[in-house]
């Protein structure tokens, strides 16, 4: 029998990004750090595990915080530990080395930030899979009226697809006003050339680098579209920020999307596709109906992605570990 828990409950949040990141990992941990401050806890955030006493161990990215895993673990033996399953995680397979594979099975609750991600995990872990969708808050923004403004939001790195965006104006008709904002940082040398390249040579598009968090928001809100060209995402941040700013999104068809927006959502491409992407951006653009067909849409997901939704998942996760009241 575990012994009796303190009062506050004390919780220990390892993500690998740094004081200052704004990865996804970053801003998830400090999200889910208001909400459990706002549920009494004493929340402190890190990149490795530190030693400090806690109840409850919240480790963001199962690859990446399974050394902390294990040494919290072995410190602490009646430590309950919540693993949250990152994109790279689980996509494109689920394959964790050793050590990761250990806290999966040490976790009490893996977190999931949608539903299928529980569907590429052995049967014994999938009934530790709870899923727990981001939420997210908008700035008000105002859409210009021309021209149709398309966004991406993200880093520069392989897995995101960066420059598919860009490939994909190649396919919108110059005679369709539209132009293309990335914001984001590159991750590498190549990128940054192949992108900067790109820009240069397509008067629609323009790349801002990384940009403050509130200046993105303001970006997403102000834009008429967020594209995702991701090839693999686990439930991204940028999906809840869209959904939230009623922005509407044309996004890969992979089951990090397709797990927070449905099957049938109309602004689906293959991963890779810049013709098919281009198509998407010139029916959204050029046709009334279609692109007010999508807000109503987007509009209709947004009690999933509405905060209180997420700080009740956390409260009735806390009640089912026996760190909260029921």
């Not at 990004?17 to 208001?34: D, F, I, K, Y």
């Not at 397979?93 to 976790?107: G, S, T, V, W």
């Amino acid at each position: 029998m575990r012994p009796s828990l303190p009062t506050p409950l004390r919780v220990a949040i390892v993500t690998p990004s740094p004081r200052g990141s704004r990865s996804g990992n970053r801003v998830t941990a400090l999200r889910w750090a208001g909400h459990l401050r706002r549920l009494g806890a004493r929340v402190r955030i890190m990149e490795t595990w530190q030693g400090p006493p806690c109840d409850l161990l919240v480790a963001v990215h199962a690859v990446k915080t399974a050394a902390c895993v294990r040494q919290a673990t072995a410190a602490l033996p009646d430590l309950r530990v919540a693993v949250l399953l990152a994109g790279t995680d689980v996509y494109p397979q689920f394959a964790p080395d050793p050590e990761a594979a250990a806290a999966l099975q040490r976790a009490d609750v893996l977190i999931a930030l949608q539903p299928r991600s529980a569907d590429v995990l052995p049967a014994a872990l999938r009934a530790k899979v709870r899923t727990i969708v981001q939420s997210a808050t908008a700035l008000p923004g105002r859409r210009q009226s021309s021209p149709f403004r398309f966004c991406v939001l993200a880093h520069l790195r392989p897995v995101k697809d960066p420059l598919l965006p860009l490939q994909a104006l190649e396919h919108v008709p110059r005679d369709v006003r539209v132009e293309l904002v990335i914001a984001g940082r590159a991750l590498s040398a190549e990128l940054a050339a192949a992108a900067a390249a790109a820009v240069a040579a397509e008067p629609r598009a323009r790349w801002l680098g990384e940009v403050p968090r509130r200046e993105a928001r303001a970006l997403l809100a102000s834009s008429h579209a967020c594209i995702v060209p991701s090839a693999a995402e686990g439930g991204a941040n940028v999906v809840s920020e869209a959904i939230a700013a009623g922005t509407p999104l044309l996004a890969t068809a992979i089951p990090g999307n397709l797990g927070l927006l449905g099957d049938d959502w109309p602004g689906l491409f293959p991963v890779g596709d810049a013709a098919g992407l281009g198509r998407l951006m010139t029916r959204a653009a050029s046709d009334r109906d279609a692109y007010h067909d999508m807000i109503a849409r987007t509009l209709a997901l947004q009690p999933m992605v509405d905060p209180r939704r997420e700080l009740s998942a956390w409260r009735a996760l806390l009640a089912e570990l026996r760190l909260g009241p029921a």
